[in-house]
C-alpha cells in the first residue's frame, strides 16, 4: 500500500460485507417464505424482508464501490487522499443513516415510517427499490457529494488515469441518476418512465463504467499488462455500455403506456447490451493470457476473470433472453426475471466488490502483495460456492419462470396462486441453493480474518 | 517493397474499426427491421415511401460520396507531405457535411410538418428515427472531420504517425457507409 | 507502409459511384419496380460499400481476414434484407 490514506477503504470494506451478510439473510427468509407464507409473519412480512433484501443489496454495494475507490484512487492518482477525516465521517453518517432506515423498516408499519419521516413534505416513498425515506434519500445525496468532493479533489490534484476518469465519471453519473428518485410524477407512466432513469441507467449504465474501471485497475495491478493496452479496452468497453444502455433504457417502456416505437428502440439497442459484458469477458481473459507475471494473489484473479464471465452470463445472456418485445411480452414480471436480476447483480456488482476486497485486503491488512496460502484456498472455496450457488439459484428460477409464462400466459388456464403451488418444488430447491451461496459468503469472511502474511503462515 | 506484401492490421486504431463495426451492427439491425416490418405491412410502406423525396436522397448521396473522396484524397495528400492541400480537401468535405445535415434537417423537419411523426406507424417511426439517428452521426462525423482539420493544420500528421487521421477518416466512410443502405432501402427499393 | 492508392484512382472510384447512385434514382423515375428491381439495387449498395472500404478506407491493401469481415458484414445484411424482399407480398 503507497498511501497511508488508502486504508480508509478498510472500513469501507467491512461495512460492505457485513451488510451483504444480512442482505442474503433476509434473501432466505424471503426464500422460505415463497414456500411457507406465515414465516415470521407478522414481525416480518414479506414485503418488509424484500425492502431490507433490495435496499441492504443497493447500500451494501455503494459501501463496496466506495471503500474501492478510496483504496485505488490515491494510488492512480499519486497522491494521498484530500481529506481522510471527511472519508470517516462520510463513512460513518451512511452507515447510521442506512441502520436507522433499516431498523424502520423493520420496527414498524409502513406507513407509520413515512408519517414519522415527513413523507408528506416531498413523498419520495412507496417505489420499489427507493422505499427509503425522503430523509434518507437526502442523506445518501450528502454522502455521495461530500465523497465525490473527496476524491474529485484528489484526482484534480493528481495525476489523471483512464481508470481514475472513468471511474470518478461512473460515479457522478451514479450521484445525478440518484436524484431522479426525488422528482416522482403523479402520472403513472411519467412515474415508471423517469423510476428507470435511476434503475436502468445505474445498473445498465454509469455502474458499468464503475465495473469496468475496478475490473481494469485490478487486471493491470495482477497482470502487469501494458496501462495503454488496458486503457483502450476501457474505452471501447465504455463506448459500447453506453451506446446500447442509454437508448437500451427502452427496454423498460414497452408495456408502461408509452407509444409504441419505445418496442423496436428498446428491442434493438438493449439486444446489444450484452457487447460490452462480453468484451470484458474477452479483456479480462485476454490480459491474464499476456500477463507479465504470476501475481501472487490468485484468488483476485480468479474473483477478476469469475466476474467478467458471470457478469457476461448473468446480465448479458439472460438479459438478453427476455429483452426483445415480443418475448418479453409473455414473460414480463415473472420468475424469469428474478432469475436475470440475481445472476446479473451477483456477476457484475457483488463480484467486482468481491474481486477489489480481494486484491486490496491483504495490502490493508499489511500482509504485501497476497494472503497466505490457507486463506487462498478458503477464498477460492468461497468463490465456487457463491458462483455455483448463484447458477443453480438463476437455473431453478429459470425453470420456475418457464413454467409460470407457460401456465399463466401461454395455456392460460390456471390462476397466479394456482400456479405458485405447483412451483414450490423449484422455490425450494431455490432456497437451498441459496444456501450453498450463504456458506460461500461466510466463508469468504472467515477468509479475510484468518488471513495471514505468507511469511508468517509458512514459520508457523 | 515486395509486389505481394499486405498491411497486418486496417489503417486507423483498431479500437475505432471495432467501434465503426458495433455502429454497423446497430444501423444493421434497423435495416433488417425495416425489412421484415415492411413484409409484414407492404401496403402500408408503399404509402409511407410515396411521401418521401428520393431526389433530396439523391442530392444528399452525391454530398456525402463526394465528402468521402475528398476525404481519402486528404489522407493520401498528407502522407506524401501536401499539408496544405489535405486542409483544403478536409475543408470542403466538412462542408459538403454541413450540406448534407440542412437537407435532411429540411427534409426531416418537412415531414413533421405535414403531419407525421414517430408515432404515426411503422413505416413513418422507421423513416424519422433511422433518418435522425443516422444525422446525428453525420454531425459526429462533421466534428471529427473538423478536429483533423485543425490537427492537419497544426502539423500532427507531418511526421508521418498519421493513425489518428485514418481513424477518423474510417468513422466518416462508416457514416457513409451506412448511406449507402439507407437511401436505397427506405426511398427507392419498391 | 506507404499506401500504394493514387489520387487519380480515388477519382475513378468517386465516380463509379457516382454512376451507381444515378442508375437508382434513374430507375424509379422510369417506373421500374418489383422483386427484381429492388434486389438489383440492393445488389449496387453492396458494390458500393465494397468499392468505398477497398479504396477509401484502404482495405484492398490489407491481409484477407479484415476484408472478409467487411464482405461478410455486407453479405449478411443484404441477404437478409433480400429475404424479407423475396418474401413481401405484392402490394
Not at chain 1, 486504508?7 to 461495512?15: N, S, T
Request: aromatic share 14%; with cysteine.
Amino acid at each position: 500500500m503507497k498511501y497511508a490514506s488508502q486504508a480508509v477503504a478498510k472500513p469501507y470494506f467491512l461495512a460492505a460485507m457485513g451488510l451483504f451478510v444480512a442482505q442474503i439473510l433476509f434473501g432466505l427468509i424471503m426464500g422460505l417464505q415463497y414456500v411457507w407464507g406465515d414465516f415470521l409473519f407478522p414481525q416480518i412480512p414479506f414485503n418488509t424482508a424484500r425492502m431490507v433484501h433490495t435496499n441492504l443489496l443497493i447500500v451494501w454495494l455503494l459501501f463496496g464501490f466506495m471503500g474501492a475507490a478510496h483504496y485505488l484512487i490515491p494510488e492512480e492518482a499519486q497522491r494521498e487522499l484530500y481529506s481522510v477525516k471527511l472519508a470517516k465521517i462520510t463513512f460513518w453518517v451512511f452507515l447510521i443513516a442506512g441502520a436507522l432506515t433499516i431498523v424502520g423498516y423493520l420496527a414498524m408499519p409502513y406507513a407509520r415510517l413515512a408519517e414519522v419521516t415527513g413523507n408528506s413534505l416531498w413523498p419520495t416513498m412507496g417505489r420499489e427499490f427507493l422505499e427509503m425515506p425522503t430523509i434518507t434519500k437526502i442523506g445518501i445525496v450528502v454522502v455521495i457529494l461530500a465523497f465525490i468532493f473527496n476524491i474529485g479533489i484528489t484526482v484534480l490534484a493528481g495525476r489523471k488515469t483512464v481508470v481514475n476518469v472513468i471511474l470518478i465519471t461512473g460515479l457522478v453519473g451514479l450521484a445525478v441518476m440518484f436524484l431522479f428518485s426525488f422528482y416522482n410524477p403523479s402520472n403513472l407512466v411519467l412515474d415508471k418512465f423517469f423510476w428507470w432513469w435511476v434503475v436502468h441507467l445505474w445498473v445498465e449504465g454509469v455502474w458499468e463504467l464503475i465495473m469496468a474501471s475496478l475490473l481494469a485497475y485490478v487486471l493491470i495491478k495482477t497482470t502487469g499488462v501494458d496501462r495503454e493496452v488496458v486503457d483502450k479496452w476501457l474505452y471501447l468497453i465504455v463506448a459500447m455500455a453506453l451506446i446500447t444502455g442509454i437508448l437500451g433504457t427502452g427496454h423498460h417502456y414497452f408495456w408502461i403506456g408509452t407509444p409504441n416505437y419505445w418496442q423496436w428502440v428498446g428491442s434493438i439497442f438493449s439486444a446489444l447490451e450484452p457487447i460490452p459484458f462480453f468484451l470484458m469477458t474477452i479483456f479480462a481473459f485476454n490480459m491474464v493470457n499476456k500477463r507479465r507475471r504470476d501475481h501472487p494473489n490468485k484468488a483476485a484473479v480468479l474473483w477478476a476473470m469469475g466476474t467478467a464471465v458471470m457478469a457476461f452470463l448473468g446480465a448479458g445472456v439472460w438479459g438478453f433472453l427476455h429483452t426483445l418485445a415480443p418475448i418479453n411480452y409473455y414473460t414480463h414480471g415473472t420468475q424469469l426475471t428474478a432469475a436475470h436480476g440475481h445472476m446479473a447483480f451477483y456477476g457484475a456488482y457483488a463480484m467486482i466488490v468481491l474481486t477489489i476486497i480481494s486484491y486490496a485486503w491483504p495490502h490493508l491488512r499489511g500482509h504485501g502483495e497476497a494472503n497466505d496460502q490457507r486463506s487462498q484456498v478458503l477464498e477460492m472455496w468461497s468463490f465456487w460456492l457463491m458462483t455455483v450457488g448463484m447458477v443453480f439459484i438463476t437455473l431453478f428460477l429459470t425453470g420456475a419462470g418457464i413454467l409460470q409464462i407457460w401456465m399463466q400466459r401461454i395455456d392460460g388456464t390456471e390462476t397466479f396462486m394456482v400456479i405458485q403451488d405447483k412451483l414450490a418444488v423449484f422455490y425450494w430447491l431455490r432456497e437451498g441453493a441459496g444456501t450453498v451461496f450463504i456458506i460461500g459468503l461466510l466463508l469468504y469472511i472467515v477468509a479475510m480474518f484468518i488471513a495471514k502474511k505468507p511469511a508468517e503462515a509458512e514459520a508457523s | 517493397m515486395l509486389v505481394s506484401s499486405k498491411l497486418k492490421y486496417p489503417r486507423g486504431d483498431l479500437a475505432v474499426w471495432a467501434f465503426i463495426y458495433a455502429e454497423l451492427l446497430v444501423f444493421s439491425l434497423f435495416f433488417v427491421g425495416y425489412a421484415f416490418a415492411r413484409m409484414l405491412h407492404p401496403a402500408e410502406f408503399a404509402a409511407g415511401q410515396q411521401t418521401l423525396n428520393p431526389v433530396l436522397g439523391l442530392v444528399n448521396t452525391v454530398f456525402l460520396l463526394t465528402s468521402g473522396w475528398l476525404v481519402a484524397a486528404a489522407v493520401l495528400a498528407c502522407e506524401s507531405g501536401s499539408r496544405s492541400l489535405a486542409l483544403k480537401k478536409l475543408v470542403v468535405a466538412t462542408l459538403l457535411g454541413l450540406a448534407f445535415l440542412a437537407v435532411k434537417g429540411y427534409e426531416i423537419g418537412h415531414h413533421f410538418a405535414v403531419g407525421y411523426d414517430l408515432d404515426t406507424n411503422t413505416f413513418h417511426f422507421l423513416y424519422l428515427f433511422m433518418g435522425s439517428f443516422h444525422f446525428m452521426h453525420v454531425v459526429l462525423g462533421a466534428g471529427v472531420l473538423v478536429i483533423l482539420a485543425v490537427k492537419v493544420n497544426r502539423g500532427d500528421y507531418s511526421n508521418g504517425e498519421l493513425r489518428g487521421l485514418e481513424s477518423g477518416a474510417a468513422y466518416w466512410h462508416m457514416v457513409d457507409i451506412v448511406w449507402m443502405i439507407l437511401f436505397p432501402l427506405v426511398y427507392l427499393m419498391r | 507502409m506507404k499506401t500504394g492508392i493514387r489520387q487519380h484512382q480515388l477519382i475513378i472510384v468517386w465516380l463509379a459511384l457516382l454512376l451507381l447512385s444515378l442508375i437508382g434514382l434513374g430507375g424509379v423515375k422510369a417506373g421500374f419496380h418489383g422483386l427484381v428491381f429492388s434486389l438489383a439495387l440492393l445488389l449496387v449498395a453492396g458494390l458500393k460499400i465494397q468499392l468505398i472500404a477497398d479504396w477509401f478506407m484502404s482495405l484492398r491493401e490489407v491481409r484477407m481476414f479484415w476484408r472478409l469481415i467487411m464482405l461478410g458484414w455486407v453479405l449478411v445484411v443484404t441477404g437478409l434484407i433480400a429475404i424479407a424482399f423475396i418474401f413481401t407480398p405484392p402490394v
